[in-house]
């Protein structure tokens, strides 16, 4: 891939994941507002993370339409920390945001009261000085800096490979399995809640909050599956070919994983807020609402007077606050079912 082409495509990538994560977050914000529900902070969380990837992938960007460029190894070493440690941030929101789905069905009477306020933050801050040992581990290991002759900033242009491993071993790894682990656990707590359904059918008890968990369950399950399998197929194409690289380096180009595997990584911060924008109905009934306000303010900013609006001018369709409410019970924060 030629430098003026990657560059563009990088920049395409930078600009569409600045402003797919930038409106998610816009939604979740109208949605914490109103749904006052602290597992939604989780989501925020990956947006802000997410659109940060898109701020650092914007100074690759400008390296390489500035070329001929000669950067310092300080400077590349810090432009790809912030890059690492954004992607790092990217990778953790992901795991708590697959932990907070597993609680709520796990634990559905006491999903409120363990999901407090204080422990949201302090979950929250622990991943970001997380991302921040792990991104700017090289820039306070010197060890792990490499002295390259390459005249644009790259990762395994001033990173040693023993850094690679680092990264593989606390981050992409343990979150893999997580994933893994979580899904299955999330598989046989829907499996005894659906054999408990059936018990209340077949004894003609069934009533609402059976149908709703069991629907509930399946929606958690399902957002944990995508973010997996989205996850997996993101970044590991670039972790093995890194793996693969680091132990020999004549035996795959490491051009290769900086210009395809590396930009599929990144994608993965692209694909987060349009899974979440098209999958969880509460996210999208804000996406409704915050249409029909800018619409409505369009249309009163052209109206050509005070009297505009009664020349036969309909109404905007309107999210009912029910409908948003009973979007949030079902999908975000279920309300606990009845006592069998």
């Known amino acids: 891939m030629a430098v003026s082409a990657f560059g563009l495509v990088l920049a395409v990538l930078a600009s569409l994941i600045i402003s797919a994560n930038a409106l998610v977050a816009v939604a979740l914000l109208r949605l914490i507002h109103k749904s006052r529900c602290n597992g939604h902070y989780f989501v925020l969380n990956l947006a802000i993370s997410d659109a940060t990837v898109g701020f650092t992938v914007v100074g690759l960007v400008i390296d390489e339409l500035s070329q001929p460029f000669y950067p310092s190894q300080t400077f590349c070493v810090l432009r790809m920390a912030f890059v690492t440690f954004s992607s790092s941030a990217s990778v953790l929101s992901l795991t708590l945001v697959a932990c907070d789905r597993h609680l709520a069905i796990k634990k559905p009477f006491h999903y409120s009261q363990l999901m407090t306020g204080l422990r949201v933050g302090v979950r929250l801050v622990g991943l970001w000085l997380l991302s921040a040992l792990i991104g700017f581990l090289p820039v306070v290991a010197p060890s792990f800096q490499h002295v390259s002759a390459k005249d644009k900033c790259s990762f395994f242009g001033v990173f040693q490979p023993g850094y690679i491993f680092i990264v593989f071993c606390i981050g992409f790894l343990p979150a893999l399995f997580l994933f893994i682990y979580l899904y299955c656990d999330m598989l046989k707590i829907a499996a ?41 197929l993101s970044w590991l194409p670039f972790f093995i070919a890194s793996i693969v690289q680091t132990v020999c380096p004549e035996c795959f180009p490491y051009k290769v994983i900086e210009n395809y595997l590396w930009l599929l990584g990144l994608c993965n911060s692209l694909l987060n807020p349009l899974l979440y924008s098209y999958w969880q109905k509460d996210v999208r009934l804000q996406f409704v609402q915050l249409a029909a306000s800018v619409k409505r303010r369009v249309l009163l900013h052209l109206g050509d007077g005070p009297g505009s609006h009664s020349r036969g001018t309909k109404p905007l369709p309107t999210v009912s606050r029910l409908q948003l409410q009973d979007s949030h019970g079902k999908e975000s924060c279920p309300p606990p079912p009845s006592q069998p």
Do not use: W
Request: proline share 2%.
């Open 192 to 232: 005894s809640h659906v054999q408990h359904i059936r018990g209340v059918e077949h004894a003609g008890l069934a009533g609402r909050y059976p149908l709703t968990r069991a629907v509930s369950d399946m929606k958690a399950m399902r957002t944990v599956a995508v973010l997996t399998g989205c996850f997996t």
